[in-house]
C-alpha cells in the first residue's frame, strides 16, 4: 500500500516536472525550438539582426523614446536562433547595467515612460534563460517599489489599476511580461482578471476621462466599447474611448485626426495577450469580449480606414504600430498585414515589443 502511494506521488511529481519543463520551453515571446525552424535571411531577419547589433549596453529606461528594450529583445532572438553566445552576453550586459542603476528616474513623460521601456528586458532575460535573485528583485521593484512623484506618486502596477487608456494598457503589457518572467501566477491571473472585467464590465475600478462621449454606454464605461456598439449612427463597436477623447470629443464624422493613442494603447494589450497565453493558455484573452481585440484593430484598419478616408485622416495603423498586424493575423486568420501602406513596418518593433520574426508563419 505505501509502495502504491509512493509510485502515485512521484507520477505526480514527475507530471509537474515535465509540465514545468515544456513551459519553460515554450518561452514568453518565442523559444529557441521555435526560432531555430525560421531562416536566416529575408526582411523578418534583417531586421531583428540590424537591432540586436546596435548599442545597448548602457540602456535608458526613462527615455520615452528608446529604443534599447527592443533591441536587447532582438538580440535575445538572434541568440536563440544562431546560438552566437556573443548576443547572450549583450543581454546580460544590459540587465546588469540596469540591476545596476537600480530606479532609472523620469523624463517628462513620466512613469509612462517605464511601463514601455520594461517589459522587453523581462522577455530577453527568458529567452535567454536568465535569472538570478538580483535581477529578479530589480524587475520586482520595477513594478511594484519605484514610483512616480510626479504622477500620483504611482507605480507600474498601480498605473494598470487606475488608467483605462494607453498608460494602462503599456503598464498592462510590462506587468505580463515581468510575472509571467516571476513565475508569478497570482499577480500575473490578478491583472489578467481585472482587464477582463475592463472589457465585459461592470467597471472595476479604473478611471476614465471626464470626456465619456465614446463610450457606448455612459453608466457602464468600458475599455473597449461592446461588440455591435452603435452611436448617432457612427459605428464605433471596438473603439477605446478613454484614447479617442484624446482626438477630441465624439463627432459624426469622428474628428479628422490621427489615433496614435488608440494604437498604443493596442501595444500593450497584445503584447500581454501573447505573454499570457503562452504563459498557460487558459490564461488567454484573445477571445474575451467577443474578441475584443480585433474588434479594436478592426474598426480603425478596415472600417474606419474605409469609410472616413478623407485628407488628413489616418486610421490605419502607421510606423511603430504596424509591428502588431502580424501578431493579430497570426491569431485571428486575417490578412491585416497585407493590406497595410507600410510593409517595411511589419518586422520591426513597437514602444514595447516586436519582431514578427518570432511567429512561424511570417
Known sequence: MILKSFKTVSLILFIGIISQSANAQKGLWSSEAELKKNPVAGQAWEAVLEAANTDFSRPVINNNNSNDDVNCLAAAIVYNRT?????????????????????PGFDSNGILTWCRNTGAYALAADLIGYHNQQTEEWFRNMVEVYRDPENHNNTIEEVFYRRANNWGTQAYGTLCAVYAYLGDRTKLQRIRNYWVQMVTGPNPGATYGSDISWHA??????????????????????????????????????????????????????????????????????????????????????????????????????????????????????????????????????????????????
Do not use: C
Not at 546560438?83 to 546580460?92: A, D, M
Not at 471596438?238 to 479628422?256: A, E, L
Open 217 to 362: 454606454d455612459p453608466e457602464n464605461l468600458r475599455l473597449i466599447n461592446p461588440a455591435g456598439s452603435v452611436k448617432e449612427g457612427i459605428n464605433i463597436d471596438g473603439i477605446m474611448p478613454d484614447d479617442m477623447r484624446r482626438n477630441g470629443s465624439f463627432s459624426n464624422p469622428p474628428p479628422k485626426a490621427v489615433t496614435s493613442y488608440h494604437w498604443e494603447a493596442l501595444q500593450g494589450i497584445i503584447s500581454g495577450a501573447r505573454i499570457l497565453e503562452r504563459y498557460d493558455p487558459e490564461l488567454s484573452i484573445w477571445e474575451i469580449g467577443d474578441k475584443a481585440i480585433l474588434r479594436a484593430v478592426k474598426i480603425l484598419e478596415i472600417d474606419w480606414k474605409t469609410k472616413y478616408n478623407e485628407p488628413g485622416s489616418n486610421w490605419a495603423a502607421t510606423g511603430d504600430d504596424v509591428w502588431m498586424l502580424p501578431f493579430i493575423d497570426s491569431v485571428y486568420g486575417t490578412d491585416f498585414a497585407k493590406e497595410t501602406s507600410e510593409p517595411e513596418n511589419l518586422w520591426k518593433h513597437g514602444k514595447n515589443a516586436g519582431w514578427a520574426y518570432v511567429l512561424t508563419d511570417h
Open 83 to 103: 546560438g552566437n553566445n556573443l548576443y547572450r552576453e549583450k543581454v546580460i550586459s544590459a540587465l546588469e547595467y540596469n540591476v545596476s542603476n537600480g530606479n
